[in-house]
């Protein structure tokens, strides 16, 4: 049992990291959570414009998601532990700019192998970040 006291005139020593770099922290998983939610609430909705545009069928279409989360479940934990390995902040950062670079490729996608491709480019960062 633990007979510390805390004085009045001191402040309490908290666990973690400093205030000003907890923020930034918190930030930055808010910021990746919310676009890898969003990413995958508009591809959701967007299924049935993306099989017209590409001529795809139900069945074929579906794949736009599964990739996606395929992709991130599939390397989430290996992130995780490159992350102590390389450090978090180095694969956030990376795993943010290949998502932001493959949702440049998705809107780009010509085919629908080559938004699959670049889907799963972007599960990959989502993973990442």
């Known amino acids: 049992m633990s007979t510390e006291t805390i004085s009045v005139n001191e402040p309490a020593v908290s666990d973690g990291l400093p205030a000003e770099r907890r923020k930034w922290a918190v930030t930055a998983i808010f910021t990746a959570l919310t676009m890898a939610s969003l990413d995958t609430a508009i591809a959701n909705i967007a299924l049935p414009a993306i099989a017209t545009d590409l001529h795809a069928g139900p069945a074929d279409v579906i794949w736009v998601v599964n990739v996606y989360q395929i992709a991130v479940v599939a390397t989430l934990l290996p992130f995780a ?15 943010l700019l290949l998502f932001t670079l493959a949702s440049l490729a998705c809107a780009c996608a010509w085919s629908l192998p080559s938004l699959l491709a670049a889907r799963a480019l972007q599960g990959l960062g989502a993973s990442a970040s």
Not at 81 to 95: D, K, Q
């Open 81 to 95: 532990a490159l992350g102590e390995i390389v450090g978090h902040r180095r694969i956030y950062l990376a795993g």
